[in-house]
C-alpha cells in the first residue's frame, strides 16, 4: 500500500508491505529498519528505529492525523493513490471558487456580501465570533458570490457551509 | 480570617483560590452553570451551588445568582478570580452591600482604572507617563482616520471599555482603519456593551512589562517587580516571566515606584498589576488590571509569596506587616498557557474531547489547571485550559527546564498552543533576551524540525492503515453478524411454520 504523506506541508511517500506478517516500510523509496507497537488504545504509541526508541502520540482518521512527538506537533495529511487521483481530478476542475466552510465552529456576526457581489482573494466575506474574539473570513480565490447560507446571529459547527463561491469568469 | 469564602470562578483560577483557601482552613464554596457540573473545582471546594444555564451569561455573570449562593451556603467574602465579574464594579458594590467582603480593589478604584480613557488622564495627572494618544473616545472610522492624522501611525485600537485582548485592532496606514475599526467596535460592542474605541501611538519594538502591586486596607502597599508579558499574539499572552532580562534593579524599583504611586492614586486595595510599555529604556503606563492575573505564578515563583493569601489576609483587614525592602528576588520563573487552539492554523480556537492527557512532573515543575481527562472543550468559555509553570537558578535553566516539561506534555482531543510556546523557546533570539511583542506573530510555526520527518511519515501512515485493517475486519464481523440474523430468522420462520402445521393438524 503506497500512501502520499504531507507533515507540516512536506511530503513524503510511504510504502507499506506485510510480508510474512510483518509491516516493511519505505519512506522516499528508502526501506527503514522500524517497528511500531501501541502502548493504550487512546493513541499513546512507541516506534522503534534503528535500535532507538521513540514515545509518539497519534490521533485523527484516515485522511488527517497529528502527531506528537517530544512537545512537538506534526500535522500530516494522507492520501492513498486512489485518493490522490481523486483529488488531483478535483482541483484539475474546480478552478477556484467552491464552497467556503466554516474552519471553527462560532456564530456569525455579519455577513459583508450579498449574492452577485465579485470578491478578491482575501476579502473579507463575514465575520465569525468564536471564543469571545471576532475573525474575519476572507475569500478563498477571487470569485463571484453564488449563495450565502447564513446569517448574521446564526451559530454554525466546524465545517459548516457558509457561501459557495462561483468562478470569476475569464478571471 | 473567613471560615468560609465563595469563588466566583472556574477552571485554573478556582482551583488555584481553592487550593490556598484550604491550605489556610478556609473552606470553599464553588459555583457552577450546567455545563461545569463534572469540572474540576466543582469536584474540590467543600461545596459546590449549580448557579443553572450553559453560557457564561446565564451563570458566572449572574451577579444576583452568585450573591445568593453566597448568602444561602453562609460564605463570609467573595473571591472574583480574574474575568467574568473580576473587574464589575456594580458587583462588587452589590457584595459589600449584601454584607459580604470583597476580596478585590474598592469598587472606585475598578471604575477609575476600567475605563481606559479616564485612567489615562489621571495617570497623565498624578505624573504617571502615557502613550501619546487620543484623551477621548471615538465612534466611528471617519473621526478616527482624522484622529490618527495628529497621532501618527502605526495606530492601536482599543475598547473604551475592556480588557483582555478583546476590541483591539493594530492599524498600520489609513487604507487599513475602516475594516480594523468595524471588528474591533464589534467586538467591543458584544464584549462590553460599548463600541467606542480610543487611539493611540503604536510603540517600536515595545516589550510589555508589568508591575505586581499589593496594598492592605490601611493605605500601606508594596510591588513584587516585574514580569515580562512580551510573547503574546493579539494581545493574548502566551508566555511570561519574572523577572525580565531588559529591567535591572534600578529599573525595577523605579518602575515599582511609579506603579505604587498609580494605584495609590486611585486608593488601590489588595493585588493589582500595572502594566507597561517598555521601548528604548523609556516605559509608559498601559493600564491597570484591577485583580489577580493569570501570570501571578511567575511572581510567586521568584519571590516566594503566595499572592491569593495575601490577597486573602488584606482583604479580611490585616495589615501587610512587612516592608518593601522584605521583598527577595531569587532564581527565574516563566509560565506558559495552555489554550485550546491551533498554532499551526493560525490559532485557531480548537474544540473537542479532552483525552491521552499527561502532564509534565518533576523538580520545580507548578501545574496550575483546571483540566481533566472526558473534559469537553467548547466555545463559550475562556479557551485556557492550564498553565505550566517551571522555576531555574537563571533564565537559561528556567528555559531548559519549561522545554523539558513540554516535550513530556501531551492534550489530546483539542489542540493547544503548548507547541506554539515550545517554538518560542527553542528560538535563539528568545533565549538571548532579542524580542517584542511582535515576535509570536512573526514566529514561523511551521516550521517543526524536519529530521523526524520520515519516522513521523511512517508512523502516521501505519496509524492509518491500521485503522482500515480494523475497519475491514469490523466489516466483516458485522457481515457474519448478519448471516447468521438471516439465518436464525429463516430457522424460526420454518419452526414456526412446522409447529403451525402441527396446531392445524392437532
Known sequence: MKYFVSVNGREHAVELVERLGQLVVAVDGKTLDLSYEEVDDLGQVIVMRDGKSYGLSIEGDAARVQVTLAGHLYDIALEDERERAAHAADRAQGKGGGVLTAVMPGVVVEVLVAPGARVTKGEPILILSAMKMQNEIGAPADGIVKEVLVASGQAVAAGAKLVVLTPAEGG | ?506
Not at chain 2, 223 to 242: A, D, N, T
Not at chain 2, 481 to 496: G, Q
Request: contains cysteine; hydrophobic residues 45%; aromatic residues 6%.
Open chain 2, 1 to 506: 480570617m473567613f471560615q468560609r469564602i465563595l469563588i466566583a470562578n472556574r477552571g485554573e483560577i478556582a482551583l488555584r483560590v481553592i487550593r490556598t483557601a484550604r491550605e489556610m482552613g478556609i473552606e470553599c464554596v464553588a459555583v457552577y452553570s450546567d455545563f461545569d457540573k463534572k469540572a474540576l473545582h466543582v469536584r474540590m471546594a467543600h461545596v459546590a451551588v449549580p448557579l443553572g444555564g450553559n453560557l457564561p451569561s446565564e451563570s458566572y455573570l449572574v451577579a444576583e445568582k452568585v450573591i445568593a449562593a453566597a448568602k444561602q451556603t453562609g460564605a463570609q467574602a467573595i473571591h472574583p478570580g480574574y474575568g467574568f465579574l473580576s473587574e464589575n464594579a456594580r458587583f462588587a458594590r452589590a457584595v459589600t452591600e449584601a454584607g459580604l467582603v470583597w476580596i478585590g480593589p474598592p469598587p472606585e478604584a475598578i471604575e477609575a482604572m476600567g475605563d481606559k480613557i479616564k485612567s489615562r488622564r489621571r495617570m497623565k495627572d498624578a505624573g504617571v507617563p502615557v502613550v501619546p494618544g487620543l484623551v477621548d473616545p471615538v465612534e466611528d472610522a471617519r473621526a478616527a482616520l482624522a484622529a490618527a492624522e495628529t497621532i501618527g501611525y502605526p495606530i492601536a485600537l482599543k475598547a473604551a471599555a475592556g480588557g483582555g485582548g478583546k476590541g483591539i485592532r493594530i492599524v498600520r496606514d489609513a487604507a487599513g482603519m475602516e475594516g480594523a475599526f468595524r471588528t474591533a467596535s464589534g467586538e467591543a460592542r458584544s464584549s462590553f456593551g460599548d463600541g467606542r474605541l480610543y487611539l493611540e501611538r503604536y510603540l517600536d519594538r515595545p516589550r510589555h512589562i508589568e508591575v505586581q502591586l499589593l496594598f492592605d486596607r490601611h493605605g500601606h502597599g508594596v510591588h513584587f517587580g516585574v514580569r515580562e508579558c512580551s510573547i503574546q499574539r493579539r494581545h493574548q499572552k502566551l508566555l511570561e516571566e519574572c523577572p525580565s532580562v531588559v529591567i535591572d534593579d534600578a529599573t525595577r524599583e523605579a518602575m515599582g515606584a511609579v506603579a505604587l504611586r498609580a494605584g495609590a492614586a486611585v486608593g488601590y486595595q489588595n493585588a493589582g498589576t500595572v502594566e507597561f510599555l517598555w521601548s528604548n529604556g523609556k516605559f509608559y503606563f498601559l493600564e491597570m488590571n484591577t485583580r489577580l492575573q493569570v501570570e501571578h505564578p511567575v511572581t510567586e515563583m521568584v519571590t516566594g509569596v503566595d499572592l491569593v493569601r495575601e490577597q486573602l489576609r488584606v482583604a479580611a483587614g490585616e495589615p501587610l506587616g512587612y516592608e518593601q525592602g522584605a521583598i527577595r528576588w531569587t532564581g527565574w520563573a516563566i509560565e506558559v498557557r495552555l489554550n485550546a487552539e491551533d498554532p499551526i492554523n493560525k490559532f485557531l480556537p480548537s474544540t473537542g474531547t479532552i483525552h491521552n492527557l499527561r502532564m509534565p512532573g518533576g523538580p520545580w515543575v507548578r501545574l496550575d489547571l483546571g483540566l481533566y481527562r472526558n473534559m469537553e472543550v467548547g466555545v463559550n468559555y475562556d479557551p485556557m485550559l492550564a498553565k505550566v509553570i517551571v522555576w531555574g537558578a537563571d533564565r537559561a535553566q528556567a528555559i531548559q527546564r519549561m522545554r523539558r516539561a513540554l516535550q513530556e506534555l501531551n492534550v489530546g482531543g483539542v489542540r493547544t498552543s503548548a507547541p506554539a510556546a515550545l517554538a518560542v523557546l527553542e528560538d535563539e533570539r528568545f533565549q538571548q533576551g532579542d524580542f517584542d511583542t511582535h515576535f509570536l506573530e512573526k514566529l514561523d510555526l511551521s516550521r517543526a524540525r524536519g529530521d523526524l520527518d520520515e519516522l513521523v511519515a511512517a508512523a502516521a501512515a501505519i496509524y492509518r492503515h491500521r485503522i482500515a485493517r480494523q475497519r475491514a475486519l469490523e466489516t466483516s464481523s458485522s457481515e457474519r453478524a448478519a448471516w447468521l440474523a438471516r439465518s436464525r430468522s429463516a430457522l424460526s420462520n420454518h419452526v414456526a411454520g412446522a409447529a403451525r402445521r402441527e396446531g392445524g393438524g392437532a
